[in-house]
């Protein structure tokens, strides 16, 4: 409180959780409704990997990550984009509110394009990334997608065990250069009742899916976190959102077409 009666409002950046002798910080997600779903926000320094149909809000969630991240919580973060061009990915980010080219001027975000039409060039250097992240004081990282890891691994594509063994090397030195890790990919299966597991699902310390269930004649998004090592997280379905304010989790409600689900299973007893 200030003098002749004024407040201050300081936002909260961060949580520091402490179970036992152990600390964990957690970092607001830039997505409204997924911090209370995994209670309190990502671990700090963690990688996850956000995965899901098209058109299930991915990319927005990334984006939100990056530029929330670093607008609300001072965290400077680089985005680097394998599909998108990097004017219309500003485009696409400011119809949700996100104005990215007034971050990048104050020396915040950093986005990097690196086309899948390049891939096999190995173009990415790891320890120019590496010096990037010390130079800029980068402490958020968002891939779109996980394709780029393939950038910085070309010749390992045919030998499974050994691309999973550099890319854990690669978020272990992340995480040792205090850096949030988070990476998007798209898969066939979908379907949260024949979910597939992929090799990189078990790679990456955190797992949130994202789905579209039937209702009737459209479909309706939803959240799931399927695992987020080492921290507390609701495991319900949650119906998701997308508007002009981007993605938007709607932790405090339960999908319509589920409760259809349900009730038909009642009706048909």
Do not use: C, W
Request: hydrophobic letters at 40%; aromatic letters at 10%; glycine letters at 8%.
């Amino acid at each position: 409180m200030l003098a002749q009666g004024f407040y201050i409002s300081i936002p909260i950046i961060s949580i520091i959780l402490k179970k036992g002798d152990i600390e964990m910080e957690l970092i607001k997600t830039g997505t409204e409704g997924l911090d209370q779903i995994l209670k309190g926000g990502l671990r700090k320094n963690s990688s996850v990997l956000i995965t899901g149909a098209p058109g299930t809000g991915k990319t927005i969630m990334a984006l939100q990550f990056i530029y929330y991240g670093a607008k609300d919580s001072n965290e400077n973060g680089i985005f680097i984009s394998t599909e998108e061009d990097l004017n219309d990915l500003r485009d696409y980010a400011k119809n949700f509110g996100m104005d990215f080219k007034e971050m990048e001027k104050k020396g915040k975000i950093f986005l990097y394009e690196k086309p899948v039409a390049m891939l096999r060039g190995g173009l990415v250097s790891l320890s120019g990334l590496l010096n990037l992240i010390k130079k800029k004081k980068i402490q958020r990282i968002a891939f779109d997608s996980i394709i780029f890891f393939e950038y910085l691994y070309p010749k390992l594509s045919n030998n499974t065990m050994e691309f999973r063994r550099q890319v854990l090397l690669f978020m272990q030195k992340m995480k040792r250069a205090n850096v949030t890790l988070l990476t998007v990919s798209e898969r066939k299966i979908t379907d949260l009742d024949r979910l597939e597991y992929d090799m990189m699902d078990f790679v990456f310390e955190g797992f949130i899916m994202l789905s579209r269930i039937r209702k009737g004649s459209y479909f309706e998004r939803v959240l799931t976190v399927e695992k987020m090592r080492g921290q507390e997280h609701n495991l319900d379905i949650y119906p998701i959102a997308i508007d002009k304010k981007g993605v938007r989790i709607l932790h405090d409600q339960v999908p319509f077409s589920l409760v259809e689900r349900q009730e038909e299973k009642i009706d048909f007893k």
